[in-house]
């Protein structure tokens, strides 16, 4: 069985963090997101994932050919993004004809049941399934509505009107090949808008419903958020460890160290510090509540707190960088500089 990711946008809501990085390669605890969902697809039985993707794909290709990821993965590329339904269309050719696609949004993060799933959307007969989660305000996803049998009889995509507590949609699909025959060529198309409200009124569509974990991390707030409920738990954080020659560190947690990590004599890190891999943290800094990217220096006697500090970037020492502050990838913070509150600091 065949998965696809749609990445195919350009993450604006990311920026400035995705001006340099694929959404897909966004660290999540310390692991690039791509990791992290092609390893769940494999526990859902998926055997090979198509990455559909637009935004620096270049840099996502290469990234994803050095990796050992759980699952094959192929990349289709869209000169153009093509909104949910036309990236399945374009890789068509890569598609199983005889079994269902399993499809989810590129910035989704959660632990639904893949072959529970599968499971439910094979024995029910229905063309599309789809993964619901309960949401207090539904406003800013799609909103299905039930049945007494859990069909999807209604379906809305972003509706204004505030009703109350209501199931959404998680962004993960089953699609028979006949939904995907039903998705017009040459140009953008919404699932959600223009494929799933025909299958409701037809009674064609199934609901899964997921009382586990689930985050959308399409923006920096929710990114954040995500990674520090997330750190929380085991099977993410992992182990944290401090090499024997940097016995002085201090890492207060929860913190997540990534691999080839330096922390030098004195540093402080953490609480909810999660620094990728090839962050280097020098003497007397002290880092807490901040997301570093890979291959990050933080200098001598700095100070960072609550904030999101991009790939490749140096911090010069006795930099302070106040809290909510964003920094850019590959940005150089001189020494003894005095990042504001809330500041964005682009490349």
């Known amino acids: 069985m065949k998965g696809l990711i749609l990445a195919g946008g350009y993450a604006t809501r990311l920026r400035p963090l995705s001006c340099s990085k694929p959404k897909l390669l ?30 620096l794909s270049d840099k996502l290709r290469v990234d994803v050919s050095r990796r050992r990821l759980d699952t094959k993965t192929v990349l289709s590329v869209e000169e153009t993004p093509l909104g949910t339904g036309g990236p399945i269309n374009l890789a068509r050719p890569l598609l199983d004809k005889d079994e269902p696609l399993i499809v ?31 949401a207090e305000d539904p406003r800013p996803f799609g909103l299905a509505t039930l049945d007494a049998n859990d069909r999807i009889i209604g379906f809305e995509e972003k509706s204004e009107t505030n009703r109350g507590p209501g199931w959404i949609n998680a962004g993960v699909y089953a699609l028979t090949p006949k939904v995907i025959a039903m998705i ?8 959600e808008r223009e494929i799933f409200p025909i299958l409701a009124s037809q009674g064609k569509m199934r609901s899964w419903k997921h009382t586990g974990f689930w985050y959308d991390i399409g923006k920096i707030p929710d990114y954040i958020i995500a990674n520090r409920q997330l750190l929380q738990r085991v099977e993410f954080r992992g182990t944290t460890s401090v090499e024997p020659s940097m016995p002085m560190a201090m890492i207060r947690q929860p913190s997540y160290i990534g691999e ?37 220096t933080l200098g001598e006697n700095c100070t960072i707190e609550d904030s999101v500090i991009g790939e490749g970037v140096t911090v010069g020492k006795e930099a302070m960088i106040g809290k909510g502050s964003i920094i850019a990838g590959q940005v150089v913070i001189p020494d003894r500089a005095i990042i504001r509150t809330g500041s964005v600091i682009l490349n």
């Open 26 to 55: 966004f660290p999540l605890v310390g692991v690039p997101l791509v990791d992290r969902m092609a390893a769940w697809f494999g526990r859902g039985g998926v055997t090979e994932v198509i990455l559909a993707v637009n935004h």
């Open 104 to 134: 989810a949004n590129g910035d989704v993060i959660s632990d639904i049941d893949l072959r529970g799933l599968i499971t439910v959307h094979a024995r029910s007969g229905a063309e599309a399934t789809i993964a619901l989660v309960s």
């Open 260 to 296: 080839n990590c330096t922390i030098e004599d004195s540093a402080k890190i953490g609480p909810y510090t999660i620094l990728s891999e090839r962050v280097s943290v020098k003497r007397g800094a002290e880092v807490s509540e901040t997301i570093a990217f890979e291959q990050t």
């Open 184 to 191: 017009p060529h040459g140009r953008p198309v919404s699932l």
